[in-house]
């Protein structure tokens, strides 16, 4: 059902400190910046081999990531797994019983559609999906 680790999500507070952190320190090359209004943040991603880094600023305190720093601070929010086909993705991690936030899959960055389960699901790993945009 996945293919490879398609990226980690990080949560921040000062998104260009963080970018400033990973280009400077880790040498990690900014590769595609969004805003991504569904989810209330501007997202960075930095390139780590075929994989990225995703950086999460919040838009606004309603965002999850907002809430997320408030309770928990800065640090890794979520791994997201790439799929081909993210429908029948969604159908066998239901199917096995898996809690969805998502029922059906949302706009992501660059167009991709992705979904979340819920971390009481997943041992606590809140969990993305994603199938690229074709
Ligand atoms: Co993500």
Request: glycine share 10%; proline share 4%; net charge negative.
């Amino acid at each position: 059902v996945f293919g490879r680790i398609d990226h980690i999500g990080v949560a921040v507070e000062d998104l260009e400190g963080a970018v400033a952190h990973y280009r400077d320190k880790l040498g990690m090359r900014e590769q595609h910046r969004e805003r991504v209004e569904e989810f209330g943040v501007d997202a960075v991603l930095l390139e780590i081999g075929e994989g990225h880094v995703e950086l999460l600023a919040p838009l606004s305190a309603e965002s999850g990531v907002a809430r997320f720093l408030k309770s928990r601070g800065p640090g890794l929010h979520h791994v997201a797994y790439q799929t081909d086909d993210i429908d029948s993705a969604l159908e066998s991690v239901r199917a096995a019983g898996i809690e969805l936030i998502d029922d059906s899959p949302r706009t992501g960055s660059r167009s991709s559609r992705v979904a979340f389960l819920h971390p009481k699901s997943t041992g606590g790993v809140l969990t993305e999906l994603v199938e690229p945009a074709h």
